[in-house]
């Protein structure tokens, strides 16, 4: 697990707002605080809640709720879901499944996210 820490900027339908986001290859999902969701977009009931474990031994994090928010990161427009965590110790974290949708890759030791251009045309049919 490793974690590179980047300037972004969410949009959502209520807001939006520039902040550091951590790109955690450890994490499985994209997750938010509470907080931060509430003020950025409306927050959508999941069918079923998710437990997430944490690096703190026999503790879980559970998310009832989740939302779809776009993000923008060097210039570049990406959206994707983000679970909401009520008691998450970050404002936003950005796990390996949006890295794997937008083709992210960590560079560790310039603790840069390269981002393939090509990803990010929109396209139809």
Known sequence: MAIIEKEIELVGSKGRKKIKGLFDSGATYSCISRELAKELE????????LRFETAEKGKELEAK????LDFHLNG??????????????EEV???AATMQKWR???????EEVIIDPRVTRLRFG
Do not use: H, N
């Not at 709720?65 to 779809?68: A, C, G, S, Y």
């Not at 992210?104 to 310039?110: A, G, M, P, Q, T």
């Open 42 to 49: 409306v927050l959508i009931p999941l069918a079923e809640p």
């Open 65 to 68: 709720e989740r939302v779809t």
């Open 76 to 89: 570049y427009r990406f959206s994707d879901e983000f679970m909401v965590l009520p008691e998450l110790s």
């Open 93 to 95: 974290i950005l796990g």
């Open 104 to 110: 992210f890759k960590l560079d560790f030791e310039k």
